[in-house]
């Protein structure tokens, strides 16, 4: 059995607990993407004491939080990746048994997704209340909108069935110069479909539902870990 950390406890203690598990899966002399939100910033922090015991790798980050909280514990972050990425790891806001995921619950979704689609495996560190074995659609999906017009592009979301509030009246910017409009559209029967049907509005930069971009899915429950392999589609993101 695994034991978390002492000092933490419940939910805090599961998602240690998954970061913890994919720190395992970083080889040396490997490109790492590193995703956005509380349950990475564990994963941050357990890569950086390995890498004070000597790994040597280069990380790749999703936003500017995670860069700067990872350059402040030693890691080395580059902007440019030209033999690729290694290795993603990131959170979830939802995420299903196939591995289709809600995110950008931190706003950082345009750019997790760019590096989820470069990368040759992607790992998702969850604790156990983001499993959701009914399917994907109780937490609103967060979609990037340009400023531009940016209310007609609410408007189109909510005429495809959508209930969208921008993220803090529109106040909320991503590291991008971007809104955030959160959109709830129920349980989503078939969430590739409609990823594809939001990314074809023009106003849209992206949208918060990932399939096809997970290998494998570490659940932090209680004291232990589970982990799911998700078979992935070999045709591509979509
Ligand atoms: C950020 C994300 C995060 O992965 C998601 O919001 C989960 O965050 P947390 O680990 O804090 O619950 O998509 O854009």
Redesign the pocket.
């Known amino acids: 059995m695994l034991l978390p950390d002492v000092s933490i406890e419940g939910i805090d203690a599961e998602?240690s607990l998954a970061a913890k598990e994919a720190v395992d899966l970083v080889k040396d002399g490997t490109v790492v993407g590193l995703?956005?939100?509380?349950?990475?910033a564990y994963f941050i922090k357990h890569l950086a004491e390995r890498i004070s015991d000597g790994l040597n790798i280069k990380c790749v980050a999703t936003s500017t939080d995670t860069k700067t909280m990872a350059r402040k514990l030693g890691i080395k972050v580059v902007e440019s990746i030209p033999d690729g990425i290694d290795l993603d790891v990131?959170?979830?806001?939802e995420i299903d048994l196939h591995g289709n995921m809600i995110?950008?619950?931190?706003?950082?979704?345009l750019r997790?997704k760019i590096v989820a689609s470069r990368s040759k495996k992607i790992c998702i560190i969850v604790d156990s209340s983001k499993l959701k074995s009914a399917g994907i659609g109780k937490f609103t999906v967060p979609i990037e909108i340009f400023p531009f017009l940016r209310n007609t592009t609410v408007e189109m979301l909510e005429d495809m069935g959508g209930k969208c509030a921008l993220r803090d009246n529109g106040a909320f910017k991503t590291d991008n110069g971007n809104h955030i409009v959160d959109c709830d559209f129920g349980i989503i029967a078939n969430p590739k479909l409609l990823e594809r049907k939001i990314k074809m509005i023009p106003g849209v930069a992206e949208v918060?539902i990932f399939t096809n971009l997970c290998d494998l899915i570490i659940i932090g429950e209680k004291n232990n870990v589970k982990k799911i392999e998700v078979k992935r589609s070999k045709r591509g993101i979509l």
């Not at 990131?90 to 806001?93: L, Q, V």
């Not at 995110?103 to 979704?109: C, N, Q, T, W």
């Open positions: 998602k995703g956005t939100g509380s349950t990475v990131d959170g979830a806001d995110k950008g619950g931190g706003g950082a979704l997790e918060g």
